[in-house]
């Protein structure tokens, strides 16, 4: 259960924003990493058909991944250092210094955005 607080209440607005575009450029970055590793298997192979569709959308949309990952080049480390900005502003009003526990909350938001895992680590007692 989560404080009732309400300045918990604007930590979750605040995240309940921010994470679908982590969500998005998390995305893009992956799909544009896989562009290069793709290209060299269908460059040894005559048939294609054994992508996923997945990996033949990104094959199909590669100069647009590559053109977005280029206009947003940082865009997911600054959404990175917002999230984590929060964590540690909302514990510093706490009272408490969890900068070394950045590192475990950049790993979790590195696999997941599920809103309510993150709720729970900003709300741990540390």
Request: cysteine-free; aromatic content about 6%.
């Amino acid at each position: 259960m989560h404080s009732s607080d309400p300045n918990f209440e604007s930590v979750r607005l605040t995240l309940a924003r921010i994470l679908p575009f982590l969500e998005a450029q998390r995305e893009l970055q992956q799909n544009v990493a896989m562009i290069e590793p793709i290209k060299e298997l269908v460059s040894q192979e005559s048939n294609t058909s054994f992508l996923s569709k997945r990996q033949q959308g990104i094959l199909e949309n590669a100069e647009e991944l590559l053109a977005a990952a280029r206009q947003q080049p940082n865009h997911l480390d600054r959404l990175f250092g917002m999230v984590t900005d929060l964590f540690i502003d909302m514990n510093r009003f706490k009272g408490l210094d969890v900068k070394r526990k950045v590192p475990m909350l950049v790993k979790m938001l590195e696999s997941t955005t599920n809103l309510e895992e993150i709720l729970d680590l900003f709300e741990r007692k540390f």
